[in-house]
T-cell receptor, first 119, second 114 residues
């Protein structure tokens, strides 16, 4: 079973509008972290936002917010006031605690959503 | 502050050749890892290390070796390159047991195996 599912291969949004990128996850761990990364066409991976499983409030970083619904196991990324520079591939990732490896911090990635912002 | 650096940026190999992808970080991070990214897929973990002298396998370790002799460096060796190893390779590092424990990625190495 997929641990991280991103069901939207591609999304379009009009400049200045808000957009939500979906992410659902599967884990039996109680302690885990959820990440969103941006990958522009230049190829680098840029960290955007983090949500811990025990965090009671949704994470926010500037125009990025994470809509965390623990019972539904979803961690959707919301980008407000989209800009042309937001056009990129977006990856959701999860870090579970690997008991057998002590405090190893492995990330599992989804397949990504290609976001295109239209002028 | 250089962060995570990778060399080379591009490489073309013939089937059966060996090579080493270099990765270095200057943030004194304990945890380092190697991922590969194939078209239409997210990153998949190849190998990781939680400190000098300690390495372990990730999801797709076959055909790759790693070593961690220093905190700063974590090279990835392809023993006998195969076309299936054509991919973009990312190295990442993070501090263990610190808050969100964000992983910082290098710029990637684009490898083509003919």
């Amino acid at each position: 079973a997929q641990k991280i599912t991103q069901t939207q291969p591609g999304m379009f949004v009009q400049e200045k509008e808000a957009v939500t990128l979906d992410c659902t996850y599967d884990t039996s761990d109680q302690s885990y972290g959820l990440f969103w990364y941006k990958q522009p066409s230049s190829g680098e991976m840029i960290f955007l936002i983090y949500q811990g499983s025990y965090d009671e409030q949704n994470a926010t970083e500037g125009r990025y917010s994470l809509n965390f619904q623990k019972a539904r196991k979803s961690a959707n990324l919301v980008i407000s006031a989209s800009q042309l520079g937001d056009s990129a591939m977006y990856f959701c990732a999860m870090r579970e605690r690997q008991i057998s490896s002590g405090s190893a911090r492995q990330l599992t990635f989804g397949s990504g959503t290609q976001l295109t912002v239209l002028p | 502050n250089a962060g995570v650096t990778q060399t080379p940026k591009f490489q073309v190999l013939k089937t059966g050749q060996s090579m080493t992808l270099q990765c270095a970080q200057d943030m004194n991070h304990e945890y380092m890892s190697w991922y590969r990214q194939d078209p239409g897929m997210g990153l998949r973990l190849i190998h990781y290390s939680v400190g000098a002298g300690i390495t372990d396998q990730g999801e797709v370790p076959n055909g790759y070796n790693v070593s961690r002799s220093t905190t700063e460096d974590f090279p990835l060796r392809l023993l006998s390159a195969a076309p299936s190893q054509t991919s973009v390779y990312f190295c990442a590092s993070s501090q263990l047991d610190r808050g969100p424990d964000t992983q910082y990625f290098g710029p990637g190495t684009r490898l083509t195996v003919l």
